[in-house]
């Protein structure tokens, strides 16, 4: 079954600073890799997408960096906000179903 | 739109019984798969259904199983529950299967 390694598992920074959050996986069925932000008592939710044609995806304060040979890919939240207090998760897909990486808990401290 | 539908939210089963869990997918959607959280385990994989055949199966016992219906809604059972069965119960739903998957806000299930 394949891996996806996501580090760290918590991750403290101050207001304004950047949260960088790494995933490392070994194969997937193709090139797309999400990450999902999670709050207590809620389901996932899809924040930002990467596909092969790029190695890197900025949607607001949130970039994606990709390094398809090394097979990582990274999470950075620029400016981070006590609201970005979550749990992310990174995935990779692997046939039809995406597997994830374990979560890193961030807390934004105001 | 409306979003993934999970019912019940909540659901408290005694050791030994079974469970059924239902997910109403995004409209035009027809992947469901489905996803046990726990704090030990993280999310993992159940079981994937699409165009109601399972194209892909985790790791899990067969105590877990699952369906889907013609209108790509999917249902979920655990027979003989266990203690370590209790979870959050997630699925997710996509046009044709992993990429730009939504989840809904999942099912917790306690087993006592």
């Known amino acids: 079954q394949q891996q996806v390694k996501q580090s760290p598992q918590s991750l403290i920074v101050q207001k304004g600073g950047i949260s960088i959050i790494n995933c490392a996986y070994e194969?997937?069925?193709?090139?797309?890799f999400p990450w999902y932000q999670q709050f207590p008592g809620k389901g996932p939710a899809l924040l930002i997408a990467?596909?092969?044609?790029?190695s890197e995806k900025k949607e607001g304060r949130f970039t994606i960096s990709f390094n398809k040979s090394a097979k990582q890919f990274s999470l950075h939240i620029m400016d981070s906000q006590p609201g970005d207090s979550a749990t992310y998760f990174c995935?990779?897909?692997?046939?039809?179903?995406?597997?994830f990486g374990a979560g890193t808990r961030l807390t934004v401290k105001p | 739109k409306a979003g993934v539908t999970q019912t019940p939210r909540y659901l408290i089963k005694t050791r030994g019984q079974q469970v059924t869990l239902s997910c109403s997918p995004i409209?035009?959607?027809?992947?469901v798969s489905w996803y046990q959280q726990t704090p030990g385990q993280g999310l993992q994989f159940l079981f994937e259904?699409?165009?109601?055949?399972?194209?892909n199966k985790g790791n899990f016992p067969g105590r877990f199983s699952g369906r889907q219906f013609s209108n790509s809604r999917s249902e979920m059972n655990v027979s003989t529950l266990e203690l370590g069965d209790s979870a959050l119960y997630l699925c997710?739903?996509?046009?044709?299967?992993?990429?730009?998957?939504?989840f809904g806000q999942g099912t917790r299930l306690t087993v006592v």
């Open positions: 259904y699409f165009s109601e055949t399972q194209r």
């Open positions: 997710a739903s996509s046009l044709q299967g992993a990429a730009e998957a939504f």
């Open positions: 409209s035009g959607h027809r992947s």
């Open positions: 990467i596909r092969p044609d790029v």
């Open positions: 995935a990779a897909p692997l046939f039809n179903d995406m597997r």
């Open positions: 194969n997937t069925a193709f090139d797309y």
